[in-house]
C-alpha cells in the first residue's frame, strides 16, 4: 500500500481526486492510503438531512458522496483515506468496514484508550467516565439514549464504486471540538464528540498519523 500524505488541504479538492483516482485505476493499480488534515468543513453524506446542521456559522457544508450523514473536519483531526480494490482484498463492505474500525481500535490501545463499537452506529467510541476501562460494554443500550456515557472519537464513511473503497475515517487527536455543537453528529442529536487530548493523552498529530497508517496497512496486507 503506497502512503501518500497530503498534510493540510481543502476537503473538497482531496474529495475530488480520490475520485477521479478510483474511476481511473485498473485491476493491477495498487491501493494507497492518503493522511490529511483538513481546513474546517462540515460534510453531508448521502443520507445527510439539513435539519441536522443547527448553524454551521462561518464553516462551509459541503455535499459528499460518502455515506452517512453529517460530520466535521478539522485541524488536530487525522484523516485516513484507504483507497482499496475490495475485491482484489476478497472481501465486502461490511468486512471492509470491521478492519477500518478495528485499525482505529489498534492504535487507541497503543495509547492506552480502550475503544469501543456501538451496534449499528459506525465508527469509535470511548466510556467518557473511563476511557482507560479495558471492560467491554455491556447490556442493550438505553433506548432512549443509546450513546448515555460515550462519547465519538473516530468517524467512519464510505464510498465504494466498481469494488473499490474510497473516503474513510477520521480520528480525533487535538481539535477545536465546538463546531461538533452545531451539528448533530453523524446523525445523532446531543452526540457527544471528544479528542485524545480531552481524554488527557497529549500526543503530536504526526505521531498518531503514523501509528495509524501502520496500523490500517496491516489490515490490508495482500
Known amino acids: 500500500m503506497l502512503i ?3 498534510g493540510r488541504c481543502d476537503w473538497a479538492t482531496t474529495a475530488d481526486a480520490m475520485r477521479a483516482f478510483t474511476e481511473s485505476r485498473g485491476a493491477s493499480t495498487p491501493d494507497e492510503l492518503w493522511l490529511a488534515e483538513h481546513e474546517p468543513v462540515f460534510t453531508q453524506g448521502v443520507a445527510g438531512r439539513p435539519d441536522h446542521v443547527h448553524g454551521a456559522g462561518d464553516i462551509p457544508v459541503r455535499q459528499s458522496n460518502r455515506g452517512g450523514q453529517v460530520t466535521y473536519h478539522g485541524p488536530g483531526q487525522v484523516v485516513a483515506y484507504p483507497l482499496v480494490d475490495l475485491r482484489r482484498q476478497g472481501i465486502y463492505v461490511k468486512e471492509y468496514v470491521y ?7 489498534k492504535v487507541l490501545e497503543s495509547l492506552g ?18 476511557p482507560f476501562a479495558h471492560a467491554a460494554l455491556t447490556g442493550p443500550a438505553d433506548p432512549h439514549d443509546p450513546f448515555r456515557g460515550l462519547g465519538k472519537i473516530a468517524a467512519l464513511g464510505i464510498k465504494v464504486s466498481r469494488h473499490c473503497a474510497y473516503h474513510g475515517v477520521a480520528l480525533n487527536v487535538a481539535m477545536d471540538l465546538e463546531p461538533f455543537s452545531r451539528i448533530d453528529p453523524c446523525g445523532y442529536a446531543g452526540l457527544d464528540t471528544v479528542d485524545l487530548a480531552r481524554l488527557g493523552i497529549h500526543t503530536k498529530w504526526d505521531e498518531v498519523a503514523d501509528r495509524l497508517s501502520r496500523s490500517l496497512a496491516h489490515q490490508f496486507l495482500e
Open 4 to 6: 501518500r500524505r497530503l
Open 99 to 105: 478492519r477500518l474500525e478495528a485499525a482505529v481500535l
Open 113 to 130: 484508550v480502550t475503544g469501543h463499537r456501538v451496534a449499528g452506529a459506525p465508527g469509535i467510541y470511548v466510556r467518557l467516565g473511563d
